[in-house]
């Protein structure tokens, strides 16, 4: 595929885009979950569970305010700077305004992600009277997309970020939808999950294409370039430190005792998953540089060795 063969999604925008479509959620007060217990393995495990099982809820509900938090620092600070500079062709891959035009649906869609993802917030402070605790201020890709793009030359940075963009926008899909099958879970939060799914199909087919384009007709020695620094990328991407040093405060936040609170960080210690093909984003990112065609070159399969299964 060339830039020219660009189809736009502009009607199926037009027809199904949540913020044309939906109308507010609002939160149930019921006995129903606010997070759901997969998403927080923390209360899953057998020093919680035999121990404190009555802080479940605390814990959920912070679960989601960093969830939320993630949502809002991920679709503002990262796939919103990068779509938006698409969209006004101030980005070094040009693209044609069919392209640009759908770039600017994916900002209009993430800042809407970001406002209910705010929404939620606050309807759940207010339900539940349980301010936040320390929030973290960055993601993982606030590092790792930084880090892969200060070992390129200038002129491959904003396709690096494009194809780090790219990965970032098609792992999310699955991650998301987890939440949305959840029985236990309220059925707003699950609707805002289901919300933001639909629109993210969208996405991460235009975050494919437009990779794919640019990948066809990059030069075989910037490929190579920027094939290197993927495990870069990836190995900051898939880490667990954030996520880790959040339980850890949540933890500290719990009325239990010092014992206790060491017996749950030892739990959260185990919860971190390998970095390598058995991560469970692993399957969502093999797919879209399946869909890029990035792994038809073979310094993508080569930099990806570690990573296939
Ligand atoms: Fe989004
Ligand atoms: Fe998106």
Redesign the pocket.
């Known amino acids: 595929m060339n830039a020219l063969d660009y189809r736009s999604f502009a009607d199926s925008w037009e027809e199904r885009a949540t913020i044309r479509t939906r109308p507010r959620r609002r939160l149930e007060d019921d006995q129903r979950l606010i997070y759901p217990l997969s998403r927080q393995p923390l209360v899953l495990s057998a020093t919680f569970q035999r121990a404190c099982p009555h802080l479940r809820d605390f814990v959920l509900v912070q679960s989601l305010y960093k969830f939320i938090n993630d949502v809002v620092i991920f679709e503002t600070e990262i ?1 919103d700077r990068t779509a938006r500079r698409i969209a006004k062709d101030r980005f070094t891959v040009r693209f044609p305004f069919a392209c640009r035009y759908d770039a600017m649906t ?1 900002v209009v ?2 800042d809407y992600h970001a406002l209910v993802a705010m929404d939620f917030l606050q309807q759940t402070i207010a339900l539940t009277g349980l301010e936040p605790i320390a929030l973290p201020t960055e993601i993982e890709l606030s590092r790792a997309i930084p880090t892969a793009l200060a070992q390129v030359p200038e002129t491959l940075r904003d396709a690096l970020e494009l194809i780090c963009v790219g990965i970032a ?1 098609n792992t ?1 899909t699955d991650d998301v939808a987890a939440f949305a099958r959840d029985d236990t879970v309220k059925p707003s939060v699950k609707g805002l999950m289901a919300d933001h799914l639909l ?2 199909g969208r ?1 991460s087919s235009f975050w494919a294409r437009l990779t794919r384009i640019y990948w066809q007709a990059a030069p075989e020695v910037d490929r190579q370039m920027i094939a290197q620094v993927l495990p870069v990328f990836l190995g900051q991407y898939l880490t667990n430190d954030i996520q880790q040093a959040f339980d850890f405060n949540l933890i500290e936040a719990l009325p239990v005792s010092e014992t206790l609170r060491q017996s749950l960080r030892e739990e959260v210690l185990g919860l971190a998953y390998p970095i390598n093909h058995q991560h469970p984003l692993l399957g969502n990112i093999l797919r879209f540089f399946r869909s890029s065609s990035m792994l038809e070159s073979p310094c993508v399969q080569e930099a990806l060795r570690g990573y296939l299964p």
């Open positions: 796939v994916v869609d993430e926008e999310l629109d993210e996405h």
